[in-house]
């Protein structure tokens, strides 16, 4: 396909995840297209030290969310898929209910029609039934559901771990190389076994 991603950043909790991806993406050869709702924007002054200028900065192309018109709204606009981190629980509706009033939610109906990748980074706990419906609504029009939900075998030492190991899941999905966090190495499991022996 194309070295081309959108990338949304909602206003859920966990803003930096999205900020994280777009670094890391800065250090590839990955064309990012940027789309950060209000609350997106209003999230990061809350949670994080950057401006939301260093982060529009930190992508190749950014888009206003009232843009429903841009390039990333049509299916001609070929990319790899699109990553919505964090994805807030509105978002998610307007996803699976393909309520598509403005241009995040319009990109991220785009990439389903197409048949593209499309990563849902839900941001919320604990869940409703109607939160599980919409994951499930999303997940069979092709959406693929990845939660921040840390693990803990490569033993994460700061919060940079935890978030990066996140971020990590979403570029094995994206299908980009990283070295963002250990992987399984079950040589750790056979050395405790020989120990109990």
């Known amino acids: 396909m194309t070295n081309r991603l959108i990338i949304g950043i909602t206003g859920a909790s966990g803003v930096i995840y999205g900020v994280r991806m777009l670094e890391v993406l800065k250090t590839r050869d990955i064309e990012t297209h940027l789309i950060i709702s209000e609350p997106g924007k209003l999230?990061?002054?809350?949670?994080?030290?950057?401006?939301?200028?260093?982060?529009?900065?930190?992508?190749?192309?950014?888009?206003?969310?009232k843009d429903i018109a841009a390039s990333v709204a049509s299916g001609s606009f070929l990319c790899m898929g699109m990553v919505v981190m964090p994805c807030t629980?509105?978002?998610?509706?307007?996803?699976?209910?393909?309520?598509?009033?403005?241009?995040?939610?319009?990109s991220a109906d785009t990439q389903l029609k197409e048949k593209r990748k499309l990563a849902i980074v839900?941001?919320?706990?604990?869940?409703?039934?109607?939160?599980?419906?919409?994951?499930?609504?999303?997940?069979?029009?092709?959406?693929?559901?990845?939660?921040?939900?840390?693990?803990?075998?490569?033993?994460?030492?700061?919060?940079?771990?935890?978030?990066?190991?996140s971020v990590g899941k979403v570029m094995d999905y994206m299908g980009i190389t990283h070295h963002l966090f250990k992987r399984w190495d079950n040589s750790t499991s056979d050395k405790l076994k020989k120990k109990e022996l």
């Open 89 to 106: 629980i509105k978002t998610l509706s307007g996803i699976a209910n393909s309520y598509a009033d403005n241009l995040l939610i319009r």
């Open 43 to 65: 999230n990061i002054r809350i949670e994080t030290d950057y401006d939301v200028n260093e982060v529009l900065a930190m992508a190749d192309f950014t888009y206003t969310n």
């Open 122 to 165: 839900l941001r919320e706990t604990p869940l409703h039934k109607g939160h599980l419906r919409l994951l499930t609504q999303a997940a069979d029009m092709g959406a693929q559901i990845i939660p921040p939900m840390p693990a803990f075998y490569h033993h994460p030492k700061t919060i940079d771990d935890i978030i990066n190991q």
